[in-house]
């Protein structure tokens, strides 16, 4: 019996250590993108969606990104990704496997193409 209790304090211990990690990663991340003086960044973690996935198993997070900056203007969609990715530096390789990146500039986002 107590070693039943155990295993779920042990569980539990875990679980709560995997959320605390996943909001200091989407913190992290929101932090470095401020580089981009962004107007509106939505961030969301699909992880839990890619368990058991080869890139899972490093511990690199799966993510979607819709961010929204002036830095975008004039630039085309390979050019705002190579931005956003710099912004992330070192993250690339380490905290995130995966993101999927919409870059807008605030016009193409408020335009009603992109909803």
């Known amino acids: 019996m107590q070693e039943l209790q ?7 211990f875990l679980l709560k250590l ?6 200091k990663t ?4 929101k932090q470095k993108l401020a580089t981009l003086n962004p107007e509106s960044i ?18 690199g997070g799966h993510y979607l990104l819709t961010i929204v900056s002036s830095e975008f203007s004039g630039k085309p969609a390979m ?7 710099a912004a992330l530096g070192e993250m690339m390789s380490k905290d995130i496997h995966a993101i999927s990146v ?3 500039t605030p016009e193409e986002f408020n335009s009603d193409s992109v909803h």
Do not use: F
């Open 26 to 29: 989407i913190e992290l991340i």
């Open 6 to 12: 155990s295993n779920r304090s042990r569980k539990s």
């Open 102 to 104: 919409k870059a807008y």
């Open 18 to 23: 995997a959320v605390t990690t996943q909001l």
């Open 42 to 59: 939505e961030l969301s973690d699909e992880s839990a969606r890619h368990a058991g996935h080869e890139g899972a198993k490093s511990g």
């Open 79 to 85: 050019s705002r990704h190579r931005l956003v990715y």
